[in-house]
């Protein structure tokens, strides 16, 4: 049986404590928040368990075998680090850190200490994701050409981190997910509106002479969008993440181009075939991971969104917010 405490109860937190409770092999035992009003949700929902203002109740616990740190990115580093160093596996709210040494340090302490740290890369458990990856290894997509994903909406604002720390690490992770190359060159821009963070931001990166990513993330959009294109040499895939049915479809459309002896001899066709929804799993993405992280404790396994794959979307943000920060220019990866 596998013992976990959650520390923060605010947003997210609620989610993860469900997804806990009533697991098979696992015991949701402590809950913490500095907030009376959150312990009071806390308490009202889930009556059995423990619930603290102190961190390091939850942290020092010897009847804690895991923790879930689910707080502001600022306070990820300290948390995770200490579970490590009390024997805790750790299960961190995306992004993982808030630069790539701390990520690299919380990497090297779970090896000293045989731990597992795993980050909360959510989407990568819906059925959306699972079938785009499995699409992508049965190469029914052929070589890819780009990936484009918007994600934008009215807020939530954050007063600690802009637009692209809360909203790029779920389409990054996905895309880090989904693209074998490596990327190696990262460009951003944006503004900031109303406060001192950015609530604007485009994000493109370059994978070599092969893929080509962009992402919209924007806080002051008057309408919710979740739409990611993939384009490939065979097929093109749309992802509308808002979409109860059909979220996934797959277009046999593309550009056929004959050589020619010049550029101008190069003969051109379009293709446009038959359009197809693939079946998409419809579990609930959280209550997949939750089960995942208790199995790879139990099973000692390294999962797939380890803290390496944090570390990767780590490295990708702290290179954009650089260009970010410099109007646009062009940061090696």
């Known amino acids: 049986m596998i013992r976990v405490g959650i520390i923060g109860y605010g947003y997210w937190g609620p989610g993860i404590a469900r997804n806990f409770h009533g697991l098979p092999g696992c015991e949701l ?3 913490c928040d500095k907030s009376p009003e959150s312990l009071r949700r806390a308490k009202q929902a889930h009556p059995a368990v423990t619930v603290t203002c102190d961190a390091n109740e939850v942290l020092t616990s010897p009847n804690i075998d895991a923790v879930a740190v689910i707080t502001p990115v600022w306070t990820h580093f300290e948390l995770a680090k200490t579970a490590l160093q009390n024997g805790k596996h750790v299960l961190v709210e995306k992004p993982f850190t808030s630069t790539v040494a701390q990520a690299e340090e919380l990497i090297e302490l779970a090896a000293q200490k045989h731990l597992m740290i795993m980050v909360d890369h959510t989407f990568l458990f819906t059925g959306a994701v699972k079938k785009i990856r499995q699409l992508i290894e049965a190469d029914a997509l052929g070589k890819l ?3 484009d994903s918007t994600r934008v909406n009215l807020g939530l604002f954050q007063h ?28 951003a821009t944006g503004q900031s509106h109303l406060n001192c963070h950015e609530d604007v931001a485009y994000l493109t990166i370059y994978f070599g002479n092969s893929v080509i990513a ?25 992802w509308n993440d808002l979409e109860a049915d059909e979220k ?49 404790i139990e099973k000692q396994e390294t999962p797939f969104n380890d803290g390496a794959a944090g570390l990767r979307v780590v490295k990708l943000l702290e290179a954009a917010e650089r260009s970010l920060k410099e109007r646009g220019k062009a940061i090696s990866v």
């Open 29 to 31: 035992s402590m809950i």
């Open 145 to 147: 050409y780009y990936y």
């Open 160 to 187: 600690d981190v802009n637009v692209l720390w809360d909203l790029a690490p779920h389409d990054l992770s996905i895309m880090d997910h989904l693209i074998s190359a490596k990327p190696d060159v990262v460009i």
């Open 214 to 238: 962009h992402i919209n993330v924007n806080w002051l959009s008057p309408v919710k969008v979740r739409t990611t294109l993939l384009g490939g040499e065979k097929k093109m895939l749309v």
């Open 248 to 296: 996934v479809k797959v277009y046999d459309k593309g550009v056929d181009i004959k050589g020619g002896e010049n550029v101008y001899d190069l003969l051109v066709s379009y293709r446009s075939g038959d359009m197809w929804a693939p079946k998409i799993e419809q579990a609930e993405a959280l209550r997949v991971e939750a089960r995942y992280f208790i199995d790879c």
